[in-house]
């Protein structure tokens, strides 16, 4: 399946109540958001064609244990709709899925300087996904997809100011175990290795308030 990403936006606002980023005591309260959109095409048993559009947004909290040990978790739901194109029977189809994602994470921040460096640290997640097809388009299925992740992140960070931080995310090692139920066709269990470096916009912006 060959995919472009035409856009993808994440924005995070934070609540700070340390005099420092990232010293102990520190509180970070965030929401990010997610929106994209993509046209692709198929391949394999048919040909065809499609696009989609989604949208996430996922609160956080976290806590700085010790100077530059942040412990957080966050729960996220998203909503996805794509639209089909059958080459092969000239039919059309409209799907669309729903994701609750909770997760726990520790971040280790590795500063440069006192505006640049990079934050890494284990992530454990669970999803829980649940996706409808119209039975016009034949090639759909509805499927129902338990996943349990487990890895290692790596991002940048830039502090332009003092209370006004900017985080991309630039590399992911995980493991992921992968439960579907549906039809004979999309059932089944899987375990993968998931090793990449990010090739789409991934942004956070965060603002700090107060004092401790």
């Known amino acids: 399946m060959k995919t472009i990403y035409i856009c993808w936006f994440i924005m995070a606002v934070a609540v700070n109540i340390s005099d420092a980023q990232t010293s102990k005591g520190t509180k970070f309260l965030g929401l990010t958001l997610e929106i994209g959109a993509g046209r692709g095409e198929t391949e394999g048993s048919y040909t065809g064609k499609y696009k989609g559009f989604s949208f996430a947004a996922a609160p956080q909290f976290s806590y700085f244990i010790a100077d530059k040990w942040e412990l957080g978790a966050g729960l996220g739901y998203s909503f996805s709709q794509?639209?089909?194109f059958?080459?092969?029977?000239?039919?059309?189809g409209k799907g669309?899925?729903?994701e609750i994602n909770p997760m726990l994470f520790v971040r280790r921040h590795l500063m440069l300087s006192e505006k640049v460096g990079f934050r890494t640290g284990p992530f454990a997640s669970y999803s829980y996904v649940k996706s409808r097809y119209p039975d016009e388009a034949s090639y759909?299925?509805?499927e129902n997809i338990k996943v349990l992740s487990a890895g290692l992140n790596l991002g940048v960070e830039f502090?332009?100011?003092?209370?006004?931080?900017?985080?991309?995310n630039l590399a992911d090692v995980s493991y992921n175990y992968t439960k579907t139920t549906g039809s004979p066709a999309v059932s089944g269990k899987t375990k993968k290795i998931n090793a990449s470096l990010t090739?789409?916009?991934?942004?956070s912006v965060f603002y700090i308030l107060g004092k401790k």
């Open 159 to 168: 502090f332009p100011v003092k209370r006004l931080g900017i985080v991309a």
């Open 199 to 203: 090739n789409q916009l991934s942004l």
């Open 96 to 98: 669309h899925s729903s």
């Open 86 to 92: 059958d080459a092969d029977d000239n039919s059309m």
């Open 82 to 84: 794509t639209k089909y």
């Open 140 to 142: 759909s299925e509805d």
